[in-house]
């Protein structure tokens, strides 16, 4: 792999500075993401921008789970949907409809926790405007986590990249140095974001706050969709709307938002979804396939 596009999580403390920094870039991940489907650009950045603010955003997480970001609106965005966990496997969709006209009216961001060893799960809310998704990101945290963040997005055809800097809490020193590191980040170039070797960039950036990196991580696309969950979808919606497709279609195919698998069931296919079938109880509903 080329190391001035490396893929992957990359994580420094500033040893002058009570400050983390994490910068992420995504390659074969947000192909992955977008190979099964034709996005206009402002769909494409938003979707980037998203993957790369998750995996950010999952870093600084202190258990193992997942964190996940949905948005919608009244515009052309309809839902946005992007989740990684503490293995750095994450998924993404997007839906996103050009006929409906854009606005000013903001929509809603949700950002959710889900630790695995608790039943409950956190969410918190803030507006999604015009001003962009590092704006509204850095509301969260200032609303939910009271935790100086800021974000930064950069995002083509080939790869999505992001940095997060955030101020660390319980630490004392040179109490100008948030506002210099911010300004120092500020510097910062897409071109850099997606194609200066991670190492580089974090040093060339905060070479002066004394960087120290810990090892990368890897993260990966990884998809959760399965025949099995197929099944318990279809077996969701009634045996009279799912024979009705397969009498109109000759078989009943439900296809993955988040990675465009297809799975298609014939007449035996169906027949047998009925067999042993036990209704589950309200709430209790399978991961999404779409």
């Not at 956190?122 to 704006?135: D, E, I, K, M």
């Not at 500020?186 to 002066?208: G, K, M």
């Not at 025949?227 to 009498?247: N, S, Y």
């Amino acid at each position: 792999m080329n190391q001035e596009t490396e893929e992957g999580l990359f994580q420094a403390v500033l040893t002058h500075a009570p400050v983390r920094c994490v910068l992420v870039r995504l390659t074969d991940a947000w192909q992955a993401a977008r190979q099964h489907r034709s996005l206009p650009a402002a769909a494409r950045d938003l979707l980037g921008e998203a993957m790369a603010a998750t995996a950010l955003m999952t870093s600084t997480l202190k258990f193992s789970g997942s964190l996940s970001l949905q948005a919608q609106t009244n515009g052309p965005l309809a839902w946005l949907l992007c989740q990684t966990d503490h293995r750095l496997s994450m998924r993404a969709t997007i839906r996103w409809d050009s006929t409906r006209p854009a606005n000013d009216e903001p929509g809603q961001l949700a950002i959710t926790i889900n630790p695995d060893d608790r039943p409950q799960q956190y969410q918190g809310l803030v507006r999604f405007s015009n001003q962009g998704l590092a704006a509204d990101l850095e509301d969260y945290y200032q609303q939910s986590e009271q935790l100086p963040t800021r974000f930064w997005f950069a995002v083509n055809e080939q790869r999505a990249a992001g940095l997060l800097v955030q101020r660390l809490p319980h630490r004392t020193g040179d109490p100008d140095a948030w506002s210099r590191v911010q300004h120092l980040a500020n510097t910062v170039s897409a071109t850099e974001l997606l194609d200066l070797a991670p190492h580089r960039l974090l040093h060339r950036l905060f070479h002066e706050e004394g960087v120290r990196m810990t090892p990368p991580r890897p993260l990966r696309f990884q998809c959760r969709c399965s025949r099995e969950k197929v099944v318990d979808i279809l077996q969701m919606l009634g045996r009279t709307e799912v024979e009705h497709v397969l009498h109109e279609q000759g078989e009943v195919a439900v296809t993955c938002e988040f990675c465009g698998q297809i799975t298609a069931l014939d007449a035996v296919d169906i027949a047998q979804l009925w067999t042993d079938f036990e209704p589950r109880l309200p709430g209790d509903t399978p991961d999404n396939v779409h």
